[in-house]
């Protein structure tokens, strides 16, 4: 499955509960979303704030979001766990809600990750108001790709806004934008370091509102290195 609709979420937790989230994530929630058919991307700690845990998930489409977020969040399996899990979040609202930039520049379709190293995984959020909407998104998407892969970097996905309403209200999503997030992969802590000072994407982006370095958890599909192999 390659995700057509993608949602960034960041979660702001009680302070030092993040790897009793991320446990409880991993041992409850992934294959009992994936059984409805949501693809979970990618798990990860934010290496900048200790209590934020952010994760990405994916769908066919709007229709098929709609379909498999009443089937998890109606289920049995969200509804005996719901208690414990938002015991840990304080904020679970920051949610961006994305489509590919372009025809092919999603995330590439990878297995399962284990505790082999993960590298790191880096994003950027950028307003897309000041240079509008591209028309040509195919060349937009070789241009970013190619800005992010002159510092060393692997792209990884390009993304935008995805402009449909959210027909799942019970879960907001962000209304500002549109944005433009794009993800790349480094070998390793100091690469990502190397890199994360920011990209010059030459006016193609607008201004960039959020860079985030990102650590796989151990069941994380999107890694770093094996992301990268995944997609050669």
Not at 35 to 49: E, H, K, N, P, T
Not at 142 to 149: E, G, S
Not at 157 to 181: I, M, Q, S, W, Y
Request: aromatic share 8%; charged share 25%; proline share 8%.
């Amino acid at each position: 499955m390659t995700p057509a609709v993608i949602e960034l979420r960041q979660y702001t937790l009680r302070p030092g509960r993040r790897d009793a989230m991320i446990d409880l994530f991993e041992r409850v929630f992934i294959e009992t979303q994936e059984a409805v058919g949501i693809r979970l991307i990618g798990l990860f700690r934010d290496l900048d704030d200790p209590d934020r845990f952010v994760w990405l998930r994916g769908f066919t489409d709007m229709a098929a979001r709609k379909r498999a977020l009443e089937d998890f969040y109606f289920g049995p399996v969200w509804q005996t766990h719901r208690e414990a899990a938002n015991a840990e979040i304080i904020d679970s609202d920051d949610v961006l809600l994305l489509a590919p930039a372009a025809a092919g520049s999603g995330f590439p379709d990878t297995e399962r990750g284990d505790d082999a190293d993960a590298g790191v995984i880096l994003a950027g959020v950028h307003d897309l108001s000041g240079p509008g909407e591209p028309h040509d998104r195919a060349a937009f998407d070789r241009h970013v790709r190619a800005v992010l892969t002159a510092p060393g970097l692997h792209p990884l996905a390009v993304l935008a806004t995805e402009p449909a309403e959210n027909t799942f209200p019970r879960l907001p999503v962000r209304t500002d934008g549109p944005v433009v997030v794009w993800f790349a992969s480094a070998a390793d802590q100091a690469a990502a370091d190397r890199a994360a000072g920011g990209p010059d994407f030459s006016g193609q982006l607008g201004p960039r509102l959020q860079t985030l370095r990102l650590a796989p958890t151990p069941r994380s599909r999107l890694r770093g290195p094996v992301a990268a192999a995944c997609e050669a």
